[in-house]
């Protein structure tokens, strides 16, 4: 169903092997979701996209859930079925309720309403909103 | 420049002086920006967007920051660069640090890159993920 | 300023004036607008869009200005700024009003949400929706 | 299957009961699809929602089947398979031909090819097309 | 399904029949996929896209497995699962081993990526690249 | 006018002048682009983004100018113009015709009108495209 074979864990290539291991560990639980075996194809891509999401994804000058609202936010806009559905779990697993679902949802609205009536009237950029 | 005149306050129909007037005393300043001054040629869909912006931006279950954050996060996923300037400029306004910006952007690029390895690869649904 | 250089007249394969030939004569008018005149380093993909674009956009089943607007909508969800502004002028040549522009980019506008909240919860296809 | 659960006319909040009671007058039909059912679980955004959906596909300067089209363009422009079903479906009940569907199709094809052309070759925008 | 019916073989318009003959004769092949089933029903849109993609794909100054590459980058870009799966499908049958599919999707996801930071930031255009 | 200064070389944290001093040995040039000059204002992101494009654009199963040619696909069809740009000026610099790009870009032309065309008619997966 998915254009690469989803790997089973006997399955793995050992670096990607390597990468489950620290996926487990690093969320302390066993399951693996499918984006990860699919990617599993190819341990360099594997790797490097996990590093990159404990890096990004990681409590910072934002914390966690803002960053799980914003990947929602940009899987809508994308329309990645498959984003929507992880991310919105994983907002929903680190405390998100419904009210703010649907006011993150009503926000996406809003936006992708106004981006597209600026950019039909092509709206010329305020001199005060010209950055820095 | 935009596909609509751009309106001064003296051009306004009467119904979007109003609204106009609302936006000022909402906003508590006299500077009212180039949105508004496309749309303001449609009344009824500058009463409309107005009114929305107002409910859907206050403080709610999530505060108005983490709105704009989100607002930014759709406006790029979208391609619009007015929406892109203005909200980055709302934002600041209400108090988004450097660091939380560039931490919102990183989290924009990933979500960018992993929506089109999901959909590159088909990648099915968890069981887990399949919602209520 | 492009990545293709804009060719003037003189500049033009024999092939590709062959094909500003026939634009001239169909549109009735000297003006070539850049689109053609950057696509016209490719003779063969200049002249099948052009043939293609006289085809589409011919009367038929819908009429040329409700073609005209349906082509501005889809150019601003692209976000695609030369085709908003040389369709809309099409749109203003073919007899669209100010009124007609505004809610075409408030139907726009609410396509654009409406689609953003029905991906966002995954609403499931109705079967009275299922097609044929 | 949603990421929020379908509301089933017994669940609904009272104040979205009332828009329900709305949208079954306005259409004269006790059908109400599952896009309200979604988003019924937060009243403020499904009225707003109704009301504006109300307001924008009236008939005015443009007829209500012309307002269809242009809504499953957007929609089948920005990839949202609900909004495009619901909305065909829309539009034939208004009325819509098989030939003007085929056409209406054949102009988003040809939008969206054109617009990446001009992007791809960044053609710059005619004066003739600069706007008002 | 689909929102126009999936044509057999013996309810072709005799136009589309004529052009179900030439994609036999061109891919030497009987099967016919879906795409042109149901594109069947507007010949002259059937025939104008069965002959540009003949154009566009025959092998130039790209070979014909690059170019399968590049539709399945735009495909994902753009959530068009059909369109994903069909081209990978193609590009697979022209030689694409599973190193270049998971090369391809990973230069589309940093592009993906990149694209939105680049947005985010508006990093103006560097000189060196303002095109000729 | 991006919504991040751009870095002079002086103003660079020390981390992001170790990334530049690796980005100018790489390209064995002391040029560096803007891209890179706004993304220094956050030397984590901008080290993981660089390291990251040097390991998907090396040589592998697909050589150096393919791997442009996809990125400036994925571009156009986000419409990135930034990206469009850089990545046009980085394939001509690796080779790329005048004629291979007017063929990639036929070739993004069409898949992006056939995107649209199976997204409207909803045309289902055949069978034979169902993966592995």
Known sequence: MSTVKLLEDH????ASAEVFADIRATRKTDFVNNFWRTLAHDPVLLK???????????????????KEM?????????SCEYCIRSHTAAARAK?????QFMELIGVVGMAAETNRLAL????????AFKGV
Chains 1, 2, 3, 4, 5, 6 share one sequence.
């Open 11 to 14: 399955e793995l290539p050992p």
């Open 48 to 66: 490097r996209t996990w590093e990159s999401a404990k890096q990004v994804m990681a409590p910072g000058a934002l914390d966690p859930l803002t």
């Open 70 to 78: 914003i990947y929602i936010a940009v899987s809508v806009a994308q």
């Open 95 to 99: 405390g998100m309720t419904d009210a």
């Open 120 to 127: 039909a009237m092509q709206t010329p950029v305020d001199e």
